[in-house]
């Protein structure tokens, strides 16, 4: 298994009440390469927006249609 560094970006709240870290996942530093998305793209995830974290609502309904 290879390690791969990843880039963490935060919303408004960064953990939930159950005290997990709530983060948009990138697998580049220039900010491209979306992990959350990718993963919407393949079918492996599904939408859930908590609380008020949802910076990129339109972005994933658009990839998931």
Do not use: C, H
């Not at 220039?30 to 859930?48: K, P, V, W, Y």
């Amino acid at each position: 298994t290879q390690y791969r560094r990843v880039y963490l970006e935060f919303d408004v709240q960064r953990y939930d009440k159950y005290n997990r870290q709530l983060a948009y996942v990138y697998l580049d530093k220039s900010g491209t390469r979306m992990l959350n998305r990718l993963l919407l793209e393949r079918d492996l995830a599904r939408i859930l927006f908590l609380g008020p974290n949802r910076r990129y609502e339109r972005l994933f309904y658009q990839t998931a249609s």
